[in-house]
């Protein structure tokens, strides 16, 4: 194994084994840390945690047993991805596992860049940008969980680390490689171990991952690794491949617990031509809704491409959260998509759209999956998988905030087995 990744998230995970396997690296999604080897074609292996909004403590300790195994298999470089909305907290958790991972490497100055061009995440003069708009007015700042309120990564950085962060300005960037490789050598960052690098376009994430080509440690969204893979073509050490996906055959539904706005209107889409069921969060912690009810909706509506969904306005799940409690809420939803996908599975659905980070980590833990094959792209960060053995699971999970309006029908459509 060459390189390592190790994401906060389950469809994070998806997103950066997606732009690996794009660039000709053999790429394994695990789940969870691995208690056994990779298999032996296995050029880039991503360790999928679900640690993005569990206490910092906890979450440096299960990416440290994950760099363990990754350096057991051999990599020669690690990547701490995160979302390239820096989903985080005062407190954590990017800072306090990127520190960590610093230190346990001996990693000295040590990229930090959450541009993602192709969905329209940018970073200048330090501050994150979603499209047109300053991370902090995009919507992000509504978050249930992680509201990011400051597009400063560097301000935000400060206040989940210890030391210092450093920062790398566009116009080093734009001058290519060497200028970057130069600018992180510089006497200003020899005490900086994070450093914020700018970056508007992929010709400028090439550029910085060109520059990182012995770096131990990078951390970013998925656009950090479009220059990587390159690195170990030049060093003769990768020859590319393309993962033949053979799709899987059987029925296929749709899961949606993100209440991004970008989930919201593919759900909004969705019902307009297909079956839907509202999932109440307040029915749901009064058990006036069971798993079973719900798969039953499901698997009775299956050739139709059906969808539950628990998604709503960030104002109605904050009036929701703070009634019943927000972690008690999250909890209980998670659980009841783990149940129902397990249902589904026992009842013969052999394809599964997921939305949301934290319902895609519930479905793939319930289902005990330990690791998927990476197929061909759907939407930008997000690929096809499937499970490995004689009855395979097609699966699509999907960050709250990627894809396009038709995601379900289209991801239905890649997922499915052809002649």
């Given at each position: 194994m060459?390189?390592?990744?190790i994401?906060d998230?389950?469809?994070?995970?998806?997103?950066?084994?997606?732009?690996?396997?794009?660039q000709?690296?053999?790429?394994?999604?695990?789940i969870?840390?691995p208690?056994?080897?990779?298999?032996?074609?296995c050029?880039?292996g991503?360790?999928a945690?679900?640690t993005r909004s569990i206490e910092?403590d906890e979450a440096?300790n299960?990416?440290?047993?994950a760099?363990?195994?990754?350096?057991g298999?051999?990599?020669r470089?690690i990547?701490f991805?995160y979302c390239?909305t820096f989903?985080?907290?005062?407190?954590?958790n990017?800072g306090?596992?990127?520190?960590?991972?610093a230190v346990?490497?001996?990693a000295k100055?040590?990229?930090?860049?959450?541009?993602?061009?192709?969905?329209?995440?940018t970073?200048?003069?330090?501050?994150l940008?979603?499209?047109d708009?300053?991370?902090a007015e995009?919507?992000?700042?509504?978050h249930?969980?992680n509201?990011m309120?400051?597009?400063?990564?560097r301000?935000?950085?400060?206040?989940?680390?210890?030391g210092?962060?450093?920062h790398?300005?566009?116009?080093?960037?734009r001058?290519g490689?060497?200028?970057?490789?130069?600018?992180?050598?510089?006497p200003?960052?020899?005490?900086?171990?994070?450093?914020?690098v700018?970056?508007?376009?992929?010709?400028d994430?090439?550029?910085?991952?060109?520059?990182v080509s012995?770096?131990?440690?990078?951390t970013?969204?998925?656009?950090i690794a479009l220059g990587?893979?390159?690195n170990?073509?030049?060093?003769k050490l990768l020859?590319?491949?393309?993962?033949?996906?053979?799709g899987?055959?059987?029925p296929?539904v749709?899961l949606?617990?993100?209440?991004?706005s970008?989930?919201?209107e593919?759900?909004?889409?969705h019902?307009?031509k297909?079956?839907?069921?509202?999932?109440?969060?307040?029915?749901v912690m009064l058990d006036?809704v069971s798993?079973?009810?719900?798969?039953?909706?499901?698997?009775?509506?299956?050739s139709?491409?059906?969808?539950?969904?628990?998604?709503d306005t960030?104002?109605?799940v904050?009036?929701t959260?703070r009634e019943?409690?927000?972690?008690?809420?999250?909890?209980?939803?998670?659980?009841?998509f783990?149940e129902v996908?397990?249902?589904?599975?026992?009842?013969g659905?052999?394809?599964?759209?997921v939305?949301?980070?934290?319902?895609?980590?519930?479905v793939?833990?319930?289902?005990?999956?330990t690791?998927?094959q990476?197929?061909?792209?759907?939407?930008?960060g997000?690929p096809?998988?499937k499970?490995e053995g004689?009855?395979?699971i097609?699966?699509a999970l999907k960050?709250g905030?990627?894809g396009?309006?038709?995601f379900?029908?289209?991801?239905?459509r890649?997922?499915?087995?052809?002649?």
């Amino acid at each position: 194994m060459l390189l390592g990744c190790i994401a906060d998230d389950f469809t994070g995970a998806s997103d950066i084994a997606n732009t690996l396997a794009r660039q000709g690296m053999a790429t394994t999604q695990f789940i969870g840390v691995p208690n056994h080897d990779a298999g032996e074609r296995c050029d880039a292996g991503v360790i999928a945690l679900k640690t993005r909004s569990i206490e910092a403590d906890e979450a440096v300790n299960q990416a440290l047993q994950a760099l363990r195994w990754l350096k057991g298999q051999g990599c020669r470089q690690i990547i701490f991805k995160y979302c390239s909305t820096f989903d985080s907290t005062p407190k954590g958790n990017i800072g306090p596992v990127a520190e960590a991972l610093a230190v346990a490497l001996d990693a000295k100055q040590v990229v930090v860049c959450p541009a993602f061009s192709e969905t329209g995440r940018t970073v200048y003069q330090g501050n994150l940008f979603v499209h047109d708009r300053p991370l902090a007015e995009s919507g992000m700042e509504k978050h249930p969980i992680n509201p990011m309120t400051d597009s400063d990564i560097r301000r935000w950085l400060r206040l989940q680390t210890k030391g210092s962060v450093g920062h790398i300005p566009f116009a080093v960037v734009r001058s290519g490689s060497a200028k970057i490789r130069q600018a992180l050598r510089e006497p200003r960052l020899a005490d900086t171990r994070l450093v914020v690098v700018d970056a508007l376009s992929e010709i400028d994430l090439v550029e910085i991952g060109q520059a990182v080509s012995d770096a131990p440690l990078v951390t970013g969204a998925s656009g950090i690794a479009l220059g990587l893979p390159r690195n170990f073509i030049r060093m003769k050490l990768l020859t590319p491949s393309q993962f033949v996906f053979g799709g899987v055959s059987g029925p296929a539904v749709a899961l949606a617990g993100s209440c991004s706005s970008a989930t919201r209107e593919q759900v909004n889409l969705h019902k307009r031509k297909h079956p839907t069921l509202a999932i109440r969060p307040r029915e749901v912690m009064l058990d006036q809704v069971s798993a079973r009810t719900i798969a039953e909706f499901l698997m009775g509506n299956a050739s139709d491409l059906p969808l539950a969904y628990s998604s709503d306005t960030p104002e109605n799940v904050a009036s929701t959260q703070r009634e019943l409690g927000q972690d008690a809420v999250s909890r209980r939803l998670d659980r009841l998509f783990g149940e129902v996908a397990s249902l589904l599975v026992q009842g013969g659905i052999a394809r599964l759209i997921v939305a949301g980070g934290e319902t895609s980590g519930a479905v793939v833990s319930a289902l005990g999956i330990t690791s998927l094959q990476v197929g061909p792209e759907i939407d930008p960060g997000v690929p096809a998988l499937k499970t490995e053995g004689n009855h395979s699971i097609g699966l699509a999970l999907k960050s709250g905030n990627f894809g396009a309006p038709d995601f379900f029908e289209k991801a239905a459509r890649i997922l499915e087995a052809r002649p």
